[in-house]
T-cell receptor, first 119, second 114 residues
Framework: GAVVSQHPSRVICKSGTSVKIECRSL??????MFWYRQFPKQSLMLMAT?????????EQGVEKDKFLINHASLTLSTLTVTSAHPEDSSFYIC???????????????FGPGTRLLVL | DAKTTQPNSMESNEEEPVHLPCNHS???????IHWYRQLPSQGPEYVIH???SNVNNRMASLAIAEDRKSSTLILHRATLRDAAVYYC???????????????FGKGTKLSVKP
């Protein structure tokens, strides 16, 4: 199956600093990518949808100025957590939908996740 | 998005078949049924999806009820590696706006005993 990578896999940062997480589709193109967040023992929560070359669409309750998303190419999306605080500590997971215009449903693949700890 | 209902947890013995149920009584005609699973500390992994007919792939089988109000994910021979949280998700065929987004519920935590 298609592979989605994330970097870094783990990051520890001080409160008030910014952290950038990269998401890459390694062997396919993805016009649409997604960012999820998962707290311990909870399910994944969709934060935002990004389309290559346009602004991201954020879910209700997610601060767009705090979670900056850039989808500059068909294989790369980045999430920057600005002025991170301890409550932003979480497991961040990206996902990429494989471009396949002829398919009834384009498969969506997930990255391995990035564990962020803000001290 | 139409919602799904799954048992919180299930247990299975290694090398036995596992049937994971999912109810989706409010499914619409354009909703596909997707299954993903998540191993501990990993991102979700695609398992299978279908619309009306039963589907088979190398990982599992998906049995869809005739009225489409329920479905069952079948693991033919459970292994220890299959211990994970399994998510049943309805995904609209359309892609406009939030259509087509994967919205995760709580899923079923599958434990596999040796």
């Amino acid at each position: 199956g298609a592979v989605v990578s994330q970097h870094p896999s783990r990051v520890i940062c001080k409160s008030g600093t910014s952290v950038k997480i990269e998401c890459r589709s390694l062997d396919f193109q993805a016009t649409t990518m997604f960012w999820y967040r998962q707290f311990p023992k909870q399910s994944l929560m969709l934060m935002a949808t990004s389309n290559e070359g346009s602004k991201a669409t954020y879910e209700q309750g997610v601060e767009k100025d705090k979670f900056l998303i850039n989808h500059a190419s068909l294989t790369l999306s980045t999430l920057t957590v600005t002025s991170a605080h301890p409550e932003d500590s979480s497991f961040y997971i990206c996902s990429a939908r494989e471009d396949n215009p002829g398919a009834a449903q384009e498969t969506q693949y997930f990255g391995p996740g990035t564990r962020l700890l803000v001290l | 998005d139409a919602k799904t209902t799954q048992p919180n947890s299930m247990e299975s013995n290694e090398e036995e078949p596992v049937h994971l149920p999912c109810n989706h009584s409010t499914i619409s005609g354009t909703d596909y049924i997707h299954w993903y699973r998540q191993l501990p500390s990993q991102g979700p992994e695609y398992v299978i999806h279908g619309l009306t007919s039963n589907v088979n792939n190398r990982m599992a089988s998906l049995a869809i009820a005739e009225d489409r109000k329920s479905s069952t994910l079948i693991l033919h021979r459970a292994t220890l590696r299959d211990a994970a949280v399994y998510y049943c998700i309805l995904r609209d065929r359309g892609y406009g706006g939030s259509q087509g987004n994967l919205i995760f519920g709580k899923g079923t935590k599958l434990s596999v005993k040796p």
